[in-house]
């Protein structure tokens, strides 16, 4: 059974940046999509980023140009690079991956944005 562990949340100012990490337990870690998903206080968890088995990315339009996604198989670890931070940024912030066809979550680490 795969666990998902993320870190690297916390309060920063607009305009600022922070790196979030997830490291996944078990093998076989690269051939597996990977992603990262946030949820506000009172809306829907929406998908942020999604990096493929073979670095393809997928970016939601409200993060491009300012996020990056990408992953280190050596490590089994996926990262989110987030500049110029936005008050509408704040959440929590999630880490994603398919195993059998089930979707398997991190516990969720809290970004705040906020001066």
């Known amino acids: 059974q795969v666990q998902l562990v993320e870190s690297g949340g916390g309060l920063v100012q607009p305009g600022g940046s922070l790196t979030l990490s997830c490291a996944a337990s078990g093998r076989i870690f690269s051939i597996y999509r990977m992603g990262w998903y946030r949820q506000a206080p009172g809306k829907q968890r929406e998908m942020v980023a999604t990096i493929s088995n073979n670095y393809i990315t997928n970016y939601a339009d409200s993060v491009k140009g300012r996020f990056t996604i990408s992953r280190d198989n050596a490590k089994n670890t996926v990262y989110l690079q987030m500049n110029s931070l936005e008050p509408e940024d704040t959440a929590v912030y999630y880490c994603?991956?398919?195993?059998?066809?089930?979707?398997?979550w991190g516990q969720g680490t809290l970004v705040t944005v906020s001066s």
């Open positions: 994603n991956t398919i195993r059998g066809g089930l979707d398997v």
